[in-house]
């Protein structure tokens, strides 16, 4: 019963990603009560980004980057996404197809599988890359991490059709079988100089809380061990680890110039593109949709999600670090927040879009977050919101650290691709 309660729950969310609320949001989950009244919300003093863990202020980059980055990044390791692996020894990656016209001869197509381990029935990420045809050097690149395979994400009639998994089974099934959501505009990028990569997040490891056995954790687990421990990796830290392994892979392609790989996902996709490009400073840039609870959103501010609904035994423990869970009903007391998350991505562009009526993810409360995150730009001589006053909806705010809202829910609408072209075009200087 708790299996599919889970699933049922999964597969809510997955339809509130490709179309937003089909009604009004709702008012108690996993039997917690969910609010979305302002007066409500609650006060509450958000953890300084700026200020070390022994008291002492942080005046500059350098200490920034020595001393409290290493910090933060340590606490939301252990409290909340998980402590992942390094790059694994055995990584390899195999060209699958070459230089492939596509699109109409807007694009060259290739694909390539990234092995994640050297035994055979370990996971293998196939990615999908776009470079546009007129280009004669690397082109900077947006690398999205999707809900399902390629082939249902990017309207490309030459592609394979990929194979996702079954919640249901546990098994394999051609993603053309499964949902269709999630579309990239692959030919506005083009356009605009821009290269576009994807692949689908479960070929890293599966989205449901008995996936461990078909995903790349397990092969990490010690020799004896049988289950994680409160601070092992849950799925959205092994995700962003999968993202991590597609940058070693485009540092190999001369095609590419991988000091511009920005990085975009939705929802909890959303979250992992956070936690990628906290973790990873490799990353150029991060476009995160509708992050929401764990992601960019206050914790502390009581709307919406919260962390109590998102480790709720029904719902989605599996996806953070056994240790998240201790602080539901009580971020009050966490040593982390979305402010700290925002702040460990300076001072590398980010935009945070969302949507004016997707209550559940509190899009007021990515805002509120860049807010407090501000300093830390400021620190690096970068460009922060530059307002405390909530933006309309149609509004972009598009400096280093950026917040735009659609009209509308959960996810994405089309024009939302639109405002990542200019926030990309803004960072990534493109050659037209």
Not at 289 to 297: D, K
Request: glycine fraction near 10%.
């Amino acid at each position: 019963m708790r299996r599919m309660q889970a699933i049922s729950v999964g597969l809510i969310a997955i339809a509130c990603v490709a179309s937003g609320w089909a009604q009004s949001p709702p008012s108690e989950v996993a039997g917690i009560p969910v609010n979305y009244d302002e007066a409500r919300t609650g006060t509450y003093t958000l953890p300084d980004p700026l200020v070390l863990s022994n008291g002492k202020p942080v005046t500059d980059a350098k200490t920034w980057t020595e001393k409290r980055r290493p910090e933060i990044v340590s606490l939301f390791e252990t409290q909340q996404f998980g402590v992942a692996p390094g790059r694994p020894k055995s990584e390899s990656f195999e060209v699958v197809e070459k230089d492939t016209s596509a699109l109409s001869g807007k694009a060259i197509r290739r694909r390539v599988d990234i092995h994640l381990a050297a035994e055979k029935s370990a996971p293998v990420i196939h990615l999908v890359e776009y470079l546009p045809a007129a280009s004669k050097k690397p082109v900077p690149l947006l690398l999205s991490i999707s809900f399902t395979a390629p082939s249902s994400t990017v309207d490309d009639p030459g592609l394979p059709v990929g194979e996702i998994w079954d919640a249901k089974t546990h098994k394999k099934i051609p993603a053309s079988q499964g949902r269709s959501f999630g579309k990239i505009n692959v030919g506005l990028l083009l356009e605009a100089g821009i290269g576009v990569a994807t692949f689908y997040y479960g070929d890293v490891d599966p989205d449901y809380e008995e996936g461990f056995a078909d995903g790349i954790r397990r092969f990490y687990l010690k020799p004896g061990q049988s289950q994680r421990g409160p601070e092992a990796w849950g799925t959205i830290s092994a995700w962003a680890w999968g993202m991590s392994r597609v940058q070693d892979y485009l540092e190999t392609d001369k095609s590419v110039d991988a000091k511009r790989v920005a990085i975009h996902g939705v929802s909890r996709l959303g979250k992992t593109v956070m936690w990628a490009g906290a973790h990873d400073q490799r990353f150029a840039a991060v476009i995160a949709s509708c992050s929401g609870e764990g992601g960019a959103a206050l914790s502390r501010r009581n709307y919406g999600e919260t962390i109590a609904h998102l480790t709720a035994p029904t719902r989605y423990p599996y996806q953070f670090a056994l240790n998240y869970g201790r602080w539901g009903g009580f971020p009050d007391k966490a040593p982390m927040d979305g402010n700290l998350l925002v702040a460990l991505i300076a001072p590398r562009p980010l935009l945070l879009q969302t949507g004016n009526t997707d209550y559940w993810s509190d899009p007021k409360g990515e805002f509120l977050s860049a807010v407090a995150a501000a300093p830390v730009y400021k620190l690096f001589g970068k460009d922060p919101l530059d307002t405390e006053t909530w933006p309309a909806a149609k509004q972009p705010i598009l400096h280093d650290l950026s917040y735009y809202m659609h009209d509308g829910g959960h996810g994405m609408v089309p024009t939302d691709w639109n405002v990542y072209v200019d926030f990309l075009k803004l960072h990534l200087h493109p050659e037209r």
